[in-house]
């Protein structure tokens, strides 16, 4: 008897934990704790308008996802005073408005009462919901009636709040297990795409007598810089965030994943906020990034690694900086074909790359864009 009890209870905590769930039954429990021959509630659809949503005791589908603006009818009374409003037949009352006679007349109804459903949390009280009872009849809806449906507003209410409560922690926990999937792929797929888009770039410097082969190569590379692609997409997807704001993020995770994989201590540094990129710009300034930490992780003895970013002459500048002691290089757009072909794309978006050799021994790979016309 009490497991069954224990059970009871259960299933009932976790119907009020559902918002569907704990209005449809709180029509329910306006009829039978009323006595009325209809109970139904409205959910505010913005700040000055209520809809009828769910209803029971209802002989037709009138008043079904019927909407109830500010100060219309009984409900929209209830919306515009804040307190509870009755009428004894509703076709003939003087203190209502009349917008909605067609679906009460419709639907049978004559007397009618109805309140607030109130969250108190804080300070003044707010309307988040009407509760109805309504009789097929002319009569009074008492005091005694008017404070029970009261009270089924008050367990409504509260209903409501463990609802809200129960949603916003399922999707924490949602939120949470997508940065995870996010963090798992990134650190493994993404790893390992780049790992052999290293491999097959060495493999291009020592065959290249072989034309045959290296026509197979760069069929290699492509088919892994569109996975690549494909895998930028799902984790942005899973990031919740769109190409355009994912900028920062993105260039943070490169380079949490280029020290987690080579061991050398890099550090994002972003210098002051930046206006959103459009994609084409987002993605030009991510394949900097990583062609910058691409050359370290090849050429570069380095010991640590920044990578930074900021706004810069009315555009935005990237900037991939080592202290290694790697290959000499020219300054200028740089010697490698990745650098060249950055360097290309820039261009077409009115921007510039440059690879320079620091005094100190390192390498820096500057990438400038001007912002989007808007």
Same mark, same amino acid.
């Given at each position: 008897?009490? &497991?069954?009890?224990?059970?009871? !209870?259960?299933?009932?905590?976790?119907?009020?934990?559902?918002?569907?769930?704990?209005?449809?039954?709180?029509?329910?429990?306006?009829?039978?704790?009323?006595?009325?021959? *209809?109970?139904?509630?409205?959910?505010?659809?913005?700040?000055?308008?209520?809809?009828?949503?769910?209803?029971?005791?209802?002989?037709?589908?009138?008043?079904?996802?019927?909407?109830?603006?500010?100060?219309?009818?009984?409900?929209?009374?209830?919306?515009?005073?804040?307190?509870?409003?009755?009428?004894?037949?509703?076709?003939? $009352?003087?203190?209502?408005?009349?917008?909605?006679?067609?679906?009460?007349?419709?639907?049978?109804?004559?007397?009618?009462?109805?309140?607030?459903?109130?969250?108190?949390?804080?300070?003044?009280?707010?309307?988040?919901?009407?509760?109805?009872?309504?009789?097929?009849?002319?009569?009074?809806?008492?005091?005694?009636?008017?404070?029970?449906?009261?009270?089924?507003?008050?367990? +409504?209410?509260?209903?409501?709040?463990?609802?809200?409560?129960?949603?916003?922690?399922?999707?924490?926990?949602?939120?949470? !297990?997508?940065?995870?999937?996010?963090?798992?792929?990134?650190?493994?797929?993404?790893?390992? &795409?780049?790992?052999?888009?290293?491999?097959?770039?060495?493999?291009?410097?020592?065959?290249?007598?072989?034309?045959?082969?290296?026509?197979?190569?760069?069929?290699?590379?492509?088919?892994?810089?569109?996975?690549?692609?494909?895998?930028?997409?799902?984790? &942005?997807?899973?990031?919740?965030?769109?190409?355009?704001? +994912?900028?920062?993020? !993105?260039?943070?995770?490169?380079?949490?994943?280029?020290?987690?994989?080579?061991?050398?201590?890099?550090?994002?540094?972003?210098? +002051? *906020?930046?206006?959103?990129?459009?994609? !084409?710009?987002?993605?030009?300034?991510?394949?900097?990034?990583?062609?910058?930490? &691409?050359?370290?992780?090849?050429?570069?003895?380095?010991?640590?690694?920044?990578?930074?970013?900021?706004?810069?002459?009315?555009?935005?500048?990237?900037?991939?900086?080592?202290?290694?002691?790697?290959?000499?290089?020219? +300054?200028?757009?740089?010697?490698?074909?990745?650098?060249?072909?950055?360097?290309?794309?820039?261009?077409?978006?009115?921007?510039?790359? $440059?690879?320079?050799?620091?005094?100190?021994?390192?390498?820096?790979?500057?990438?400038?864009?001007?912002?989007?016309?808007?």
């Amino acid at each position: 008897m009490v &497991l069954d009890g224990l059970l009871r !209870e259960r299933d009932d905590l976790l119907a009020v934990l559902d918002r569907v769930v704990a209005l449809h039954g709180t029509a329910q429990l306006i009829r039978d704790t009323v006595g009325a021959h *209809s109970g139904f509630v409205a959910d505010l659809d913005g700040p000055g308008e209520a809809v009828i949503r769910w209803l029971c005791g209802n002989r037709t589908g009138n008043l079904q996802n019927l909407r109830v603006p500010v100060g219309q009818g009984v409900g929209g009374r209830v919306l515009a005073l804040g307190k509870p409003a009755r009428v004894s037949d509703y076709i003939s $009352s003087p203190t209502i408005t009349h917008q909605f006679d067609a679906q009460v007349r419709g639907e049978g109804l004559a007397a009618m009462v109805a309140v607030p459903i109130l969250d108190r949390q804080g300070g003044k009280p707010e309307t988040v919901a009407i509760a109805y009872a309504a009789l097929r009849e002319s009569g009074d809806f008492g005091d005694d009636a008017v404070r029970d449906l009261e009270g089924i507003a008050d367990r +409504a209410a509260t209903a409501l709040r463990l609802a809200a409560v129960a949603e916003n922690t399922k999707d924490n926990a949602v939120s949470a !297990e997508r940065r995870r999937m996010q963090s798992a792929l990134h650190d493994s797929v993404g790893a390992l &795409l780049f790992s052999i888009g290293v491999q097959v770039r060495d493999l291009h410097q020592s065959i290249q007598d072989n034309p045959m082969l290296d026509l197979r190569l760069r069929r290699l590379e492509s088919d892994v810089s569109a996975a690549s692609s494909a895998l930028r997409e799902a984790l &942005l997807a899973l990031s919740e965030t769109s190409p355009e704001r +994912a900028l920062p993020v !993105e260039i943070a995770e490169h380079t949490r994943s280029f020290e987690a994989r080579c061991g050398v201590p890099a550090r994002f540094v972003q210098l +002051a *906020s930046v206006p959103p990129m459009d994609a !084409e710009r987002t993605a030009m300034l991510v394949a900097v990034v990583r062609e910058g930490l &691409l050359n370290v992780e090849k050429h570069a003895r380095a010991v640590s690694v920044v990578v930074s970013m900021g706004p810069c002459d009315d555009g935005v500048q990237v900037v991939v900086a080592d202290d290694g002691t790697g290959e000499q290089v020219e +300054a200028g757009e740089g010697t490698g074909m990745g650098v060249r072909s950055l360097a290309e794309r820039a261009a077409r978006l009115g921007g510039h790359v $440059s690879l320079v050799r620091d005094d100190d021994g390192g390498c820096t790979l500057r990438a400038w864009l001007p912002l989007p016309c808007r």
